[in-house]
């Protein structure tokens, strides 16, 4: 029997997600594709759930693509990447994105091609010491996708994410943290347990709450400073009737640990 290509469970309000295809680094194919497809409706259906961590099997975090399916012989039709875009890596990355509560990565390995960019498209990112990132995408002739054209001068400015992008060069999980690319890169041994650890206390926050922040902040690059600032007072006067801001407050005032819900 072939083993599943991704592995779903949910404890303590975080689900977590793993990628099991680690004889070709946990790539993409179209069964892996469903199969996430399938935890992510389940995650965000799952009221339970208050954070999600994703993570990788084996010795890679995700090579991108699975690109056993993508070889076409001479005379053959070239496969349309943009319906594969459309069809299945943007659902993903938009799933990832607006997800309403925190999504933590834990990069175990190497994250190369659409593997780099779904890391990069969660809210914190840790990575091995050992992992590294590459978006391999110039050494074949494409693009960066899943929101790498965004995500890399968001997150590393124009001349890092053009110098990425079109040399495809290896950078280290190191070396993504002293840039900003990542939250931080932790010891090999340290990886999963730490990622675990601040998903469960990810998941005891006042999660509408941090949703409201995500949103905010992913706002931020395409508004000026005064649109901004109206959108702050919007989402801060929803945050200001949550029943977790109450309860912040309280316990503050009390001078006792605060209990949140998530609501
Ligand atoms: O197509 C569309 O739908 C459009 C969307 C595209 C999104 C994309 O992600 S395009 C970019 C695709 N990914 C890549 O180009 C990366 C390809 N892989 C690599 O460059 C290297 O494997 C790595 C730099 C990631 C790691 O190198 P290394 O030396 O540590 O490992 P390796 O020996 O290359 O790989 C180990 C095994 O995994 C190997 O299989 P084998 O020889 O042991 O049987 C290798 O073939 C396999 N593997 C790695 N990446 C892929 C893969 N098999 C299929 N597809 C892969 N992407």
């Known amino acids: 029997m072939s083993q599943a290509p991704l592995l779903y469970t949910v404890e303590d309000g975080v689900a977590c997600i793993t990628l099991n295809r680690p004889d070709s680094l946990n790539s993409f194919n ?5 199969e996430m497809r399938k935890a992510l409706k389940a995650v965000r259906q799952d009221s339970s759930v208050r954070a999600l961590l994703l993570t990788g099997n084996g010795r890679g975090f995700c090579a991108g693509q699975d690109l056993s399916d993508r070889s ?18 943007n659902p993903m990355l938009r799933a990832l994105k607006d997800m ?14 659409a593997g780099a960019n ?8 840790l990575a091995a010491r050992s992992a590294s990132f590459i978006q391999a ?8 996708d899943s929101g790498g ?9 124009m001349a890092r994410a053009k110098g990425l992008a079109m040399l495809g060069d290896k950078l280290t999980a190191e070396t993504a943290e002293q840039w900003g690319m990542i939250w931080r890169c932790v010891d090999d041994g340290v990886l ?3 990622a675990m650890n601040m998903a469960r206390h990810l998941a005891t926050q006042p999660t509408r709450g941090l949703a409201l922040i995500k949103r905010a902040l992913h706002a931020s690059s395409d508004n000026s400073f005064n649109e901004q600032l109206d ?31 998530g609501e």
């Open 137 to 144: 995408f110039c050494k074949i002739g494409l693009i960066p």
């Open 149 to 157: 054209t965004w995500t890399l001068p968001n997150l590393v400015g």
């Open 192 to 194: 999963q347990e730490e």
């Open 231 to 261: 959108l702050e007072r919007d989402l801060q006067r929803l945050a200001g009737r949550t029943e977790d801001y109450r309860e912040g407050v309280s316990a503050f005032i009390e001078k006792r640990r605060p209990t949140f819900k």
């Open 118 to 125: 779904i890391a990069l498209a969660c809210d914190i990112v």
């Open 100 to 113: 309403p509560f925190p999504t933590i990565c834990a990069v175990n390995g190497v994250a190369a091609g």
């Open 72 to 89: 076409v012989a001479p005379g053959e039709q070239a496969p349309d990447l943009g319906e594969s875009l459309e069809k299945r890596y």
């Open 30 to 34: 179209t069964e892996m594709h469903a």
